[in-house]
Antibody, heavy 117, light 109 residues
């Protein structure tokens, strides 16, 4: 069965960097686009980024453009989110998700990122 | 960027009642580029409906989606205790960003 497991979250000071990982299993990773979605404490869902199945295209929410970078290693079945210049408002649970067509068909359980001094 | 507005913010109903949730887009998302998700406290979201009206794998048939253009509806025909949760719509038409609505909470009356 499809499994997505995020890791790499934690507490980080404003202005620092963090890299999240999402380990995928149970499907052919290189066949699917992958997304990051985040949820601030007590708030709704915010789409963050998408990377095409082959890594050829990447798109970002305006709120993270220029600071976050999505990448993937299809040989390791792993998705990444490099987060630089972190802000307090980036505090959230970060989910990775696999596309069906473009909808987010499968989700991981999330990893919490807390940006605080 | 397409803005999705969900209404109502909170829906207070009893088990067995019918729930009707609305999602309105600031511009057309066609007839096939809208999804609905359910999220329970402490859990990841779960896909319910994609393509505006297709149920995801394992989703009971009491959940149905309809609509096109700018107005979409998620209907739960008879609420079960496990259906009390927050529901989000998301559009994925054209190029990203593929935005979410702010959510509708379905609570027990």
């Amino acid at each position: 069965q499809v499994q997505l497991v995020e890791s790499g979250g934690g507490v980080v000071q404003p202005g620092r960097s963090l890299r999240l990982s999402c380990a995928a299993s149970g499907f052919i990773f290189s066949d699917y686009g992958m997304h990051w979605v985040r949820q601030a404490p007590g708030k709704g869902l915010e789409w963050v980024a998408v990377i095409w199945y082959d890594g050829s295209n990447k798109y970002y929410a305006d709120s993270v453009k220029g600071r976050f970078a999505v990448s993937r290693d299809n040989s390791k079945n792993t998705l990444y989110l490099q987060m630089n210049s972190l802000r307090v408002e980036d505090t959230a649970v970060y989910y990775c998700a696999r596309e069906g067509f473009r909808e987010l068909y499968y989700w991981g359980q999330g990893t919490l990122v807390t940006v605080s001094s | 960027e397409i803005v999705l507005t969900q209404s109502p913010g909170t829906l207070s109903l009893s088990p067995g009642e019918r729930a009707t949730l609305s999602c309105r887009a600031s511009q057309s998302v066609g007839s096939s580029y809208l999804a609905w998700y359910q999220q329970k406290p402490g859990q990841a979201p779960r896909l319910l409906i994609y393509g505006a009206s297709s149920r995801a794998t394992g989703i009971p048939d009491r959940f149905s989606g309809s609509g096109s253009g700018t107005d979409f509806t998620l209907t739960i025909s008879r609420l079960e205790p496990e259906d009390f949760a927050v529901y989000y719509c998301q559009q994925y038409v054209g190029s990203p960003p593929w935005t979410f609505g702010q959510g509708t909470k379905v609570e027990i009356k």
